[in-house]
């Protein structure tokens, strides 16, 4: 089975401080996806990339960035963490143009304070 | 960019009842349609997908879901509701468009329980 491993379960940051969400998947997928869950809201795409070093913004790219330098890793970065970014981050990955859909993390809870 | 609408954040059943989870699309064109189930602290799972083959689609957990364009609708079933599917379920739409391929775009969820 494809595992995402998401380095982090919960954080707990300071205003202001930068962070790194880290995930890592190991099955040679092409893709890989960051998303944000809040509730109500439902899954909202922040960045994704279709190869090493590639990137894309999503929906919400603003006050992230991300970085892809080797295939089977993609982080995400907040410069400088605010409490709206407090949140449930999951990482996707998926082969390129496949058709079975995407392999989630178990998710990082961020707590912004 | 696609949309998709997923009527009912909560929905409530008692167990052994019927589950029904609606989920429609925006787009003209049949995109691939997915049902993913997020139990609490976890990530998503795929439950199953539909990708232009048969129009009712077997997943696992006793779960179907029924691909009807002219409604452009995916709703999601299961005959008989078990403690254990307590969860939120999430639709989630994947536009054919080659540069969108694998670009998914999400409900917003509906968290189901299940009642004694």
């Known amino acids: 089975d494809v595992k995402v491993t998401q380095s982090s379960r919960y954080l707990v940051k300071r205003t202001g401080e930068k962070v790194f969400l880290e995930c890592v998947q190991d099955?040679?997928?092409?893709?890989m996806f960051w998303y944000r869950q809040d509730p109500g809201l439902g899954l909202r795409l922040i960045y994704f990339?279709?190869?090493?070093?590639?990137?894309e913004k999503g929906d919400i790219p603003e006050g992230y960035s991300v970085s892809r330098e080797k295939k089977e890793r993609f982080s995400l970065i907040l410069e400088s963490a605010s409490t709206n970014q407090t949140s449930m981050y999951l990482c996707?990955?998926?082969?390129?143009?496949?058709?079975?859909?995407?392999?989630f993390g178990s998710g990082t809870r961020l707590t912004v304070v | 960019a696609q949309s998709v609408t997923q009527l009912g954040s909560h929905v409530s059943v008692s167990e052994g009842a019927l589950v029904l989870l609606r989920c429609n699309y925006s787009?003209?064109?049949?995109?691939?349609l997915f049902w993913y189930v997020q139990y609490p602290n976890q990530g998503l799972q795929l439950l199953l997908k539909?990708?232009?083959?048969?129009?009712l689609v077997k997943g696992i957990n006793g779960f179907e879901a029924e691909f009807k364009k002219s409604e452009t609708s995916f709703h999601l079933t299961k005959p008989s509701a078990h403690m254990s599917d307590a969860a939120e379920y999430f639709c989630?739409?994947?536009?054919?468009?080659?540069?969108?391929?694998?670009?998914?775009?999400f409900g917003s969820g509906t968290k189901l329980n299940v009642k004694p």
């Open positions: 990339s279709y190869d090493v070093k590639m990137k």
């Open positions: 996707a990955s998926s082969l390129d143009r496949a058709l079975v859909g995407y392999t």
């Open positions: 787009s003209s064109v049949p995109p691939y």
């Open positions: 539909y990708t232009s083959a048969a129009t």
């Open positions: 989630a739409v994947s536009d054919r468009d080659l540069y969108n391929f694998n670009k998914f775009y």
């Open positions: 099955m040679d997928h092409e893709n």
